[in-house]
């Protein structure tokens, strides 16, 4: 399997609209073949899937175009990344020139906003990234966001007439904090400080779509804590992301709730790929788990719990349709048919067999003004 990363390899390219520019992936045959995309931007709020396929991010307001790389935490101003995420009404933010945008402060985001890279090269790097804490229906698509690192004990404006003091933040690539309604599609993540994607504290109806991920150790945490039992309710789609090179583990790593991990490419782990504690419901369907040379590492499976097995035994995990390549093993344990599982379902598995026509679109897409995407 090749690296995905930014391909700009066209499924049916120049042949306009109709189903030979379709790859089976329902996302992208929603909107990518429309050459007239940009001037369509906000169909792409409408073709989500999974447990997040209800954000409508800005879809219902204006579009706001970022016009600059600075950043100030505290006085954001017109033109600025922050200046558009903090307003209180929804917003379409898009970028007139490419960027790589340095934040001196975590990102703080407001309700029902989209960051939409496509057609443009942004980065968020080098510095502290995006923090999703307590709003709902936020979108991001298309942005490169790599080496985020911690910073905190600042004040953080994070609405037009608010700010606080913030403490040090994690140095996650995109962090969710008490969120909803939240889709996270066609991005690039790399080589941040915690995680590139975590959700805790009650966070749920997430999908986290079509993304590449490499170079990183923990990847996702999907649950606060195992005592934190609200998170019983979380609900997350995980479909159609490409797991890339120099990955270790948490791909992802979850707690108490319902997990449809649903046609993704894994390309070796040096740990594990899935692991979990605090019994939460996975439910893997058509994925392709490719496992490395190394004899000790083709278990895709990692389960913590102070009992053993006499307790995991009953946690309900099941591999249904996924394909498992180079020696790769996935253990499974609970009831094949429990109920719970649907609670764990968000969206109809293709067949492993078609990801390599799906996932090699994955991570940031090139996208050319007055062409298919």
């Known amino acids: 399997m090749r690296s995905m990363k930014n391909s700009t390899d066209q499924a049916g390219a120049g042949t306009g609209s109709g189903s030979s520019c379709r790859t089976g992936n329902p996302i992208d045959d929603c909107w990518r073949c429309d050459p007239d995309w940009e001037s369509n931007r906000k ?25 600059t790389e600075d950043d100030d935490p505290k006085n954001p101003t017109q033109g600025m990344l922050r200046h558009a995420v903090i307003q209180d009404e929804p917003l379409w933010i898009i970028f007139d020139h490419d960027m790589d945008i340095h934040l001196t402060e975590e990102l703080m985001m407001n309700s029902y906003k989209t960051i939409d890279g496509r057609g443009r090269s942004i980065q968020i790097s080098n510095g502290p990234c995006i923090t999703i804490q307590n709003v709902t229906n936020i979108i991001i698509h298309g942005i490169y966001v790599h080496h985020c690192r911690q ?9 037009p007439k608010h700010y606080e003091l913030r403490g040090i933040s994690d140095g996650d690539g995109i962090s969710l904090f008490h969120a909803r309604d939240i889709w996270i599609d066609h991005c690039t993540l790399s080589r941040c400080h915690d995680g590139l994607i975590d959700a805790v504290v009650g966070s749920t109806a997430i999908t986290i779509s079509n993304n590449y991920m490499f170079n990183h150790n923990e990847v996702m945490l999907l649950g606060h804590s195992d005592n934190y039992t609200a998170d019983k309710s979380m609900q997350v789609t995980i479909a159609f992301n490409y797991f890339g090179e120099g990955l270790i583990q948490r791909m992802p790593r979850c707690r108490h ?110 996208c050319k003004i007055g062409q298919l995407c």
Request: glycine residues 12%; proline residues 3%; aromatic residues 12%.
């Open 151 to 159: 910073a905190g004990n600042a004040v953080i404006t994070d609405g």
């Open 257 to 366: 709730g319902y997990f449809h991990i649903v046609n993704n490419v894994y390309t070796g782990w040096e740990m594990y790929a899935i692991g979990g504690s605090a019994d939460p419901t996975i439910n893997s369907q058509g994925n392709v788990f490719i496992a490395s040379e190394d004899t000790q590492t083709k278990e895709v499976t990692k389960r913590d719990s102070p009992l053993g097995y006499e307790e995991w035994k009953n946690w309900n995990w099941r591999s249904d349709g996924d394909l498992l390549l180079n020696g790769a093993t996935f253990k499974t344990s609970g009831e094949v048919e429990s109920e719970s599982y649907t609670k764990a379902s968000s969206m109809v598995a293709r067949p492993a067999s078609l990801l390599t026509n799906i996932v090699p679109f994955s991570g940031v897409l090139n």
């Open 43 to 67: 169909v792409l709020a409408d073709c989500a899937i999974g447990f997040g396929r209800n954000a409508v991010g800005g879809r219902d307001g204006e579009f706001y175009i970022v016009t």
